[in-house]
């Protein structure tokens, strides 16, 4: 039968110091427990700091790298600018020499057929400034 009297101060007190104990003992296991979380903590932002200094470092590097190559990039399309301007340059300074030929023959020799034209003179041109020759006698003769 139970009654609605209260316990005994000395079995509350044991209880009390049973739960205690109890609590202590949960506490020291989860201690170590807590530890190694701490450890693994500790761990995960070392090797989080690694990989943070080597992407930058990677970063720097690709920037240098990027950096060198538009650079070299802008050289490139500098030097491509200047070799076109210089074969245009030739260009115009063959078309020049092969009309000054050509102005030469018609002054001299008329508007002759070429087969009635006797070589009196001798000219050395490259053989593509033969065919532009042909091709401006060609135009000249059709005009």
């Known amino acids: 039968m139970t009654t609605n009297q209260p316990e005994s101060t000395e079995a509350r007190l044991n209880r009390l110091e049973t739960l205690f104990l109890n609590m202590g003992e949960t506490v020291v296991g989860h201690d170590n427990t807590i530890d190694v979380l701490v450890a693994n903590i500790q761990q995960l932002t070392e090797n989080v700091n690694n990989l943070t200094e080597q992407t930058n470092r990677n970063f720097n590097i690709l920037g240098q790298r990027m950096d060198s190559l538009a650079e ?3 050289q490139d399309r500098q030097q491509a600018a200047i070799e076109r301007q210089e074969f245009r340059r030739q260009m115009e300074q063959r078309e020049l020499e092969i009309r000054q030929i050509w102005e030469y023959l018609r002054d001299r ?3 002759q057929q070429p087969s009635d034209i006797k070589p009196q003179f001798s000219v050395n041109l490259t053989p593509s400034q033969w ?6 006698q060609v135009e000249l003769m059709a005009a």
């Open 72 to 74: 070299q990039a802008a």
């Open 131 to 136: 065919e532009n020759l042909k091709q401006v």
């Open 109 to 111: 020799f008329g508007r």
